[in-house]
């Protein structure tokens, strides 16, 4: 959520003098400060509950992805029932990374949008972030009598590239299988996800496990791995309908924001604009508490 605070706010901790907010969807950047709300929602109509809200600070370097990582430790931490998160694309490869690793939950959020002219490949008729997997011993076991195959990520999943007969790339989707996690010594967590690849030398299935999650090779290979693959592909039949429960948290933005004249907390500093998001963010779960109980009401009354 972004929201805009009228006139100067200097002297106020958190926002300095001349801070313009960037945000989406606007000519420019308003005056102001963030909140990052991270909230959830059952199936009921109009029962959603706001788990946790963090300013985001100015000029810290890790921005609203940072925040949004913050808040997703805080919520695994307390609530051992999450298996993931749901975000818009401000998340990047670090924080993705950083969450998963932290907290065992996966993260599902748009992968990195670009054509072709800047380095992307096409996939189902747009234009992802891609780049060369690196070498693996999975994988060099794997290929071991083949020769191995030329493999890209993007889109969150591994693509073969293949030559057509115009001499042109065509990019194919390697099969994916079971998605797994695995708990560490150390206290981290780290994902791995199967895949099959038929291949046409050795009329054979190449089967190996690929991390979703850094190894300790990327640094070697400059390898942003959560950048390029994630445990849900943009493609994944699932995807749309994991990704669909996050239009409920713009419907919270848009309320929030609404709630108050053209968009202005009526609260000076940080720590009283804070007040008033929270408060704000408490009655939403007022209703949801009242609407869990009527349900409950209407479960427990006896038969018409």
């Known amino acids: 959520m972004s929201t805009a605070v009228p006139g100067r706010s200097g002297r106020y901790a958190g926002t300095p003098p001349g801070t313009f907010t960037p945000r989406a969807g606007w000519t420019g950047s308003p005056w102001g400060t963030k909140f990052a709300i991270a909230s959830t929602r059952s199936p009921f109509i109009g029962h959603r509950v706001v788990l946790s809200v963090r300013h985001i600070p100015h000029g810290d370097g890790r921005g609203e992805g940072g925040a949004f990582t913050d808040l997703m430790q805080h919520i695994a931490a307390r609530s051992p029932g999450v ?4 975000t818009d694309g401000a998340l990047r490869g670090v924080h993705i990374a950083e969450a ?3 907290t065992g939950c996966a993260v599902v959020c748009p992968p990195r949008r670009k054509d ?4 992307g490949i096409t996939i ?3 234009g992802y972030a891609a780049r060369v997997l ?8 794997a290929f071991a009598h083949c020769g191995g195959h030329d ?3 993007a889109g969150g999943a591994i ?3 293949l030559i057509t007969a115009d001499g042109t790339s065509m990019f194919v989707d390697v099969p994916r299988g079971q998605t797994k996690r695995e708990y560490k010594q150390n206290g981290t967590w780290a994902f791995y996800v199967q895949h099959r690849l038929s291949c046409p030398r050795g009329d054979t299935t190449h089967q190996w496990w690929e991390p979703l ?3 300790e090779h990327d640094q070697r290979d400059d390898f942003n791995r959560c950048e390029y693959l994630r445990v849900l592909p943009k493609h994944h039949p699932d995807y749309d309908r994991i990704y669909g429960m996050r239009a409920d948290t713009e419907s919270l933005n848009a309320q929030l924001e609404l709630a108050f004249h053209k968009n202005r907390l009526p609260a000076w500093g940080v720590p009283r604009q804070t007040v008033v998001v929270m408060l704000a963010c408490l009655a939403e779960n007022a209703w949801a508490l009242h609407v869990w109980q009527r349900e409950l009401s209407r479960q427990h009354a006896p038969p018409e």
Do not use: C, I, Q, W
């Open 151 to 153: 493999l890209v990520a």
């Open 100 to 102: 998963m690793v932290t």
């Open 124 to 126: 189902d008729k747009y």
């Open 213 to 215: 999650t850094p190894t």
């Open 116 to 119: 072709n002219k800047h380095g």
């Open 159 to 161: 693509h073969e590239r």
């Open 83 to 86: 298996a993931a998160f749901v």
């Open 134 to 141: 690196p070498p693996s011993r999975a994988r060099a076991k």
